[in-house]
């Protein structure tokens, strides 16, 4: 029978990426139902609401490896500590 | 307070295209997140290897030098389809015959498959029997195996005669769902041809210009068949988009993990980069901040005033 996981080596960090999405995704649609989100303008200087802000957030912390790839001998560590200390700020003052 | 209550139920409507997605879309993304973090040499035989991959490509120069050139293509793609677009639609016949006709010329290079749009111009610019090549060589040389400015600019004018009529049509239709009154208005206050388009057709366009520059710059900055054909990349990589690039490492060098982080980086560039267009071009149209006071302050003190009426109401009734 075909097997639903075989086909592919899969690595347990895509697996937590992607189940962090879908996660973060389902809690936003749910909180989104009880909470309906608030529209505010903080110091990136447009109008957002909360899942916006998540979005903007996850780019952003994306981009910022993406930089820190591109610099040689650069610490990930470091860098990804960084960008998530970005990601918490834009999610709270955005 | 439970009739304002949205009735979200209708969200599960939308579970069969969630579904179709996650075949589509959602599972080879994984695929490729998968394979960037792992080098696989056989069937049994793989090395997880983290972020090593995304390093690679971050500090590949040619991977870097392909990035300037599409970004500078897509800028100049953009720079010169969107004005040409708005001018030639513009220029359109609006009604009659004349309009269907001006219709269908203006899309007969939108139904054409891309590798045959390659393979004509391959053909129309070669400086021995096509019409182009030949003709611009009796002015100046061109060649453009050899030139690089020969290629680039074939590849710009090759993309401008192909996808210019997207954005007319879009231009078109936006352009005619504008309603006389705000023309007989304009007449009324004098205004010049250049006042009516400044103030009157370009803000009325400008949701049918944002779907024209996101489509332009999406498809521009993931180009291949046209310049693979036409150029091959060339001459040397002058002419290579990230797309040719990555299709060479992905399938001519069956690097595949290297390819899959690429493919993310790309993935994301294209991301920012519409996220960003967007944002700018909807800046005015955003809905405004939440104006009132926390919600549940006002309703707090709805209910607050509500009792004491309900007790004197009752106390009256007694």
């Given at each position: 029978m075909f097997d639903l996981f075989d086909w592919i080596p899969w690595t347990a960090p895509i697996a937590y990426v992607f189940i962090g999405v879908a996660v973060m995704i389902t809690g936003l649609t749910i909180w989104g139902h009880y909470r309906p989100p608030v529209r505010r303008k903080g110091f990136l200087g447009i109008v957002t609401d909360r899942s916006e802000r998540v979005y903007i957030a996850i780019v952003s912390f994306a981009l910022v490896m993406v930089i820190s790839f591109a610099i040689v001998d650069s610490d990930t560590m470091i860098w990804a500590i960084s960008a998530l200390a970005m990601a918490v700020v834009i999610l709270i003052w955005g | 307070m439970d009739a304002k209550k949205k009735n979200n139920r209708a969200w599960f409507l939308v579970l069969p295209v969630v579904f179709v997605v996650a075949f589509t879309a959602i599972i080879p993304l994984m695929a490729v997140a998968n394979y960037s973090l792992q080098d696989i040499q056989g069937a049994d035989n793989r090395l997880f290897v983290g972020l090593d991959f995304f390093k690679r490509v971050a500090t590949d120069p040619n991977i870097q030098d392909a990035f300037a050139r599409n970004v500078t293509l897509s800028m100049q793609i953009l720079f010169i389809q969107i004005p040409l677009g708005i001018f030639l639609a513009r220029l359109m016949p609006k009604s009659g015959w004349k309009a269907s006709a001006a219709l269908v010329v203006v899309a007969i290079p939108l139904i054409i498959p891309w590798n045959v749009v390659g393979t004509t111009w391959r053909i129309f610019t070669r400086s021995d029997i096509g019409l182009g090549g030949v003709l611009i060589n009796q002015f100046t040389d061109y060649n453009l195996s050899e030139s690089t400015f020969d290629a680039w600019a074939t590849i710009l004018v090759m993309d401008t005669w192909h996808w210019t009529p997207l954005v007319t049509l879009l231009v078109y239709a936006g352009l005619r769902s504008i309603p006389q009154a705000y023309?007989?208005?304009?007449?009324?206050?004098?205004?010049?041809?250049?006042?009516?388009?400044?103030?009157?057709?370009?803000?009325?366009?400008?949701?049918?210009?944002?779907?024209?520059?996101?489509?332009?710059?999406?498809?521009?900055?993931?180009?291949?068949?046209?310049?693979?054909?036409?150029?091959?990349?060339?001459?040397?990589?002058?002419?290579?988009?990230?797309?040719?690039?990555?299709?060479?490492?992905?399938?001519?060098?069956?690097?595949?993990?290297?390819?899959?982080?690429?493919?993310?980086?790309?993935f994301l560039f294209i991301q920012i980069f519409s996220f960003l267009f967007f944002t700018v071009l909807t800046l005015d149209e955003r809905p405004g901040a939440t104006k009132v006071t926390p919600k549940l302050k006002s309703k707090a003190k709805e209910e607050n005033k509500e009792k004491p009426v309900n007790s004197k109401l009752k106390k009256v009734l007694k």
């Amino acid at each position: 029978m075909f097997d639903l996981f075989d086909w592919i080596p899969w690595t347990a960090p895509i697996a937590y990426v992607f189940i962090g999405v879908a996660v973060m995704i389902t809690g936003l649609t749910i909180w989104g139902h009880y909470r309906p989100p608030v529209r505010r303008k903080g110091f990136l200087g447009i109008v957002t609401d909360r899942s916006e802000r998540v979005y903007i957030a996850i780019v952003s912390f994306a981009l910022v490896m993406v930089i820190s790839f591109a610099i040689v001998d650069s610490d990930t560590m470091i860098w990804a500590i960084s960008a998530l200390a970005m990601a918490v700020v834009i999610l709270i003052w955005g | 307070m439970d009739a304002k209550k949205k009735n979200n139920r209708a969200w599960f409507l939308v579970l069969p295209v969630v579904f179709v997605v996650a075949f589509t879309a959602i599972i080879p993304l994984m695929a490729v997140a998968n394979y960037s973090l792992q080098d696989i040499q056989g069937a049994d035989n793989r090395l997880f290897v983290g972020l090593d991959f995304f390093k690679r490509v971050a500090t590949d120069p040619n991977i870097q030098d392909a990035f300037a050139r599409n970004v500078t293509l897509s800028m100049q793609i953009l720079f010169i389809q969107i004005p040409l677009g708005i001018f030639l639609a513009r220029l359109m016949p609006k009604s009659g015959w004349k309009a269907s006709a001006a219709l269908v010329v203006v899309a007969i290079p939108l139904i054409i498959p891309w590798n045959v749009v390659g393979t004509t111009w391959r053909i129309f610019t070669r400086s021995d029997i096509g019409l182009g090549g030949v003709l611009i060589n009796q002015f100046t040389d061109y060649n453009l195996s050899e030139s690089t400015f020969d290629a680039w600019a074939t590849i710009l004018v090759m993309d401008t005669w192909h996808w210019t009529p997207l954005v007319t049509l879009l231009v078109y239709a936006g352009l005619r769902s504008i309603p006389q009154a705000y023309y007989q208005a304009a007449a009324i206050d004098g205004a010049s041809a250049m006042a009516v388009f400044r103030f009157v057709e370009l803000p009325k366009l400008r949701r049918v210009l944002m779907i024209a520059l996101l489509l332009r710059f999406m498809d521009s900055f993931m180009m291949y068949t046209e310049p693979f054909v036409v150029t091959g990349g060339g001459p040397g990589s002058s002419t290579q988009t990230l797309s040719i690039l990555l299709t060479t490492i992905a399938i001519g060098q069956f690097d595949i993990g290297v390819a899959g982080a690429f493919s993310l980086m790309y993935f994301l560039f294209i991301q920012i980069f519409s996220f960003l267009f967007f944002t700018v071009l909807t800046l005015d149209e955003r809905p405004g901040a939440t104006k009132v006071t926390p919600k549940l302050k006002s309703k707090a003190k709805e209910e607050n005033k509500e009792k004491p009426v309900n007790s004197k109401l009752k106390k009256v009734l007694k």
